[in-house]
């Protein structure tokens, strides 16, 4: 197959046009399916049509009229050998004034309705009939995804091109396929592109027909053989061998007031043997809000700086970041470690300072956010890279970090833990290591539901937490379509707060704030000197205040069920018996009452990214759009678990024993998505 291009004529506008669809060559117009499928391979008789069915009709065109009333439209009178009907087009052209000729015949495809006039068609989809007496289509008519200047029937002859031209020999060997029950990929390609007539259009739409299969075991096979070959690539590097005898790490062990939990030493002695390999560590450490990935990570940068290298650890916010540089400050100043700060925030002679205190090797360990990864900032010698959060960073912002200084390891950290579909198909390049139970001391948040009319309900518990010694939390509404929008409703709850509860110490913290003053507040607020804070969603990760032990999430029923789950656990870190408030808007629509209803009956968060998982698909679930992960266009992990598996068991197999057959698969799919899928 020409996975390179196309095999005939494209003039240079149409490939503009269709690279805004993806498709670059033969091998992208075959993958091109139908959005759905119309049925143009009969005609129904006007006599026989009932109200409310689908149909395609012959007629000629007999009355031409433009009406005013009720509102300005095109009416035809069509009529065939059995009866009339009306057709009406209430947005027209002039020219369909000229192109609707008296005597002229149409195929009209539309719903019939029950009009005043009696049966009528709005806006069908028609096309002129030069010869009556010619054949129908024998398969449905697919419809296809299209963009502006490219007609479906412009796009309909390319991909009759492609099938006719492209070669569709098979990449699979036939025991595999028949162990599977998939057919081969010329019969899938050729019944999806052209079904024939005799198969509903809606069982197609349903993408569940053993040719569909086919192309998601496909798709998903190309990702587990992509994935896999950046892994060997990965293992194939070299990196720094960070095989510490442990003295600095034992030191930080005996003065830390607490011992790891099981599950913290599983995933450090899996982590401490990645870094002593002479390859490039690529891990994830996931583990629930509060499980204490943070230790994990320390332990880790201590054995780079043994082994004499630098490490950096990255957030996406600010105010995470400067949570893990307060901390790391706290457990390694005492071991004689300067840790570095690094944000975009910092004067310009301080940012100067850092810079040349790490490319000099001064700095054996960095915080900050995005900005560590910017082009002026040089490491001396960096052997570990940390990036917590790791699905808010993009790709390109994850490797620009990774590939400071050669090839470090990379340890990637997340408190959005990822349901194992996703973890067996989008994260089959990296080792996981788990931290599946909290540490010992660490409450469960029970969670309450409250709409905005019981508001002076919460508001008394609010005050009656903090005039016992409490502290609470008040995350103000989410206002995705401007930032200026979510800080005024920052301020306006701030004001109404210090109102409603006079006698509390209630402070601010906003995303907009200058980092002085936002760590000013946060240090009240750690310090019991205010007793109620008012934020937006900067909270969200990192904040550790064990007194805290009250939330109020005002209008939870616009925030995903990931973010919730964040909040809440900010609170339930200490002692006290720990409660987070959802309040919330009525009505709610069906999408925002699965969301409650999930955070309310699950603490767990693998179940919680299970079912948000099931709610908004992939994609969604992914931040597609924000951290560059890939998208399947056909297969969906959750739904097809079983090719899933046959996937990767079958990718591992060709990789050993056919490279050929895995180039060839590999060379078909990827076409112009080779970034997309990870190769």
Request: aromatic share 6%; proline share 6%.
């Amino acid at each position: 197959m020409n996975t390179a291009g196309f095999s005939f004529p494209v003039s240079p506008a149409l490939k503009a046009r269709l690279a805004k669809l993806g498709i670059a060559g033969d091998a992208d117009l075959l993958l091109h399916l139908p959005l759905r499928y119309e049925d143009e391979t009969r005609l129904h008789p006007i006599a026989t049509l009932r109200v409310g069915e689908y149909a395609q009709i012959q007629a000629t065109v007999r009355e031409v009229e433009v009406s005013a009333r009720p509102r300005r439209s095109l009416k035809l009178a069509v009529e065939d050998a059995g009866g009339s009907l009306l057709v009406r087009f209430l947005h027209f052209y002039p020219s369909q004034l000229k192109e609707f000729q008296p005597g002229r015949i149409f195929r009209f495809s539309g719903e019939a309705r029950g009009g005043f006039f009696g049966l009528e068609m709005v806006h069908p989809r028609y096309r002129r009939v030069e010869d009556p007496t010619a054949p129908l289509p024998e398969s449905l008519t697919p419809v296809y995804p299209t963009t502006a200047g490219l007609s479906q029937s412009a796009l309909r002859r390319l991909i009759e091109q492609a099938l006719a031209q492209a070669d569709l020999a098979d990449t699979l060997a036939a025991d595999l396929l028949t162990g599977l029950g998939l057919p081969d990929f010329a019969a899938s390609v050729h019944f999806l592109h052209r079904p024939p007539a005799d198969i509903p259009p809606a069982a197609l739409e349903a993408r569940n027909h053993p040719a569909f299969r086919r192309l998601a075991f496909d798709e998903l096979l190309a990702q587990q053989l992509s994935l896999r070959r950046a892994r060997a690539r990965h293992r194939q590097s070299d990196a720094p061998v960070l095989d510490a005898a442990g003295r600095l790490a034992a030191a930080l062990r005996a003065a830390l007031p607490f011992a790891l939990t099981a599950a913290q030493e599983k995933a450090w002695r899996e982590i401490a043997a990645d870094l002593a390999r002479p390859h490039p560590m690529r891990r994830l450490l996931q583990g629930d809000v509060g499980s204490g990935k943070t230790v994990v990570a320390a332990l880790a940068c201590l054995a780079a700086v043994e082994a004499g290298y630098q490490a950096a650890l990255m957030a996406p916010t600010e105010i995470l970041a400067e949570q893990h540089y307060r901390k790391l400050c706290l457990w390694l100043a005492p071991l004689g470690l300067e840790v570095g700060w690094f944000a975009s925030a910092l004067p310009a002679a301080e940012k100067r300072r850092v810079r040349e205190a790490l490319a000099s090797g001064r700095i054996a360990l960095a915080v900050g956010t995005h900005a560590l990864f910017q082009n002026e900032v040089a490491f001396a010698r960096l052997g570990l890279a940390v990036v917590d959060e790791q699905h808010r960073f993009g790709v390109a912002q994850r490797l620009a970090l990774a590939h400071k200084g050669g090839e470090p390891h990379l340890l990637m950290m997340s408190a959005t833990p990822i349901p194992r579909t996703l973890a067996m198909s989008y994260y089959a390049d990296l080792d996981v290591s788990v931290i599946d139970a909290l540490p010992p001391g660490r409450s469960l948040v029970a969670t309450r539901l409250a709409s905005e009319t019981r508001r002076a309900e919460v508001l008394a518990r609010v005050r009656e937490v903090c005039l016992t010694g409490g502290q609470a939390y008040w995350v103000c509404p989410l206002v995705e379509e401007s930032e200026k929008l979510e800080l005024q409703a920052a301020l306006d709850t701030y004001d109404a707060l210090r109102g409603q509860l006079p006698e509390l110490s209630v402070g601010l913290v906003h995303g907009r704030m200058k980092a002085q003053e936002k760590n000013a507040v946060m240090a009240a607020f750690q310090a019991g000197a205010v007793q109620l804070l008012v934020a937006t969603t900067v909270i969200e990760v990192g904040v550790d205040v064990p007194n805290a032990s009250l939330m109020v999430i005002e209008h939870a029923e616009r925030m995903g069920l990931a973010q919730l789950h964040q909040l809440r656990g900010r609170v339930g870190r200490g002692s006290r018996a720990s409660v987070c408030v959802l309040l919330y808007q009525t009505p709610l629509s069906e999408a925002a009452r699965a969301r409650l209803k999930v955070i309310y009956e699950n603490t767990d968060g693998f179940e919680i990214a299970r079912q948000d998982l099931l709610l908004r698909g992939p994609g969604e679930f992914l931040g597609a759009r924000q951290s560059g992960a890939p998208l399947l266009r056909f297969a969906d992990p959750e739904r097809h678990i079983d090719l899933l598996d046959a996937a990767r068991a079958a990718a591992a197999t060709l990789l050993a024993q056919a490279p050929q057959d895995a180039a060839a698969h590999l060379a078909r799919w990827l076409g112009s998505r080779q970034a997309w899928l990870g190769g």
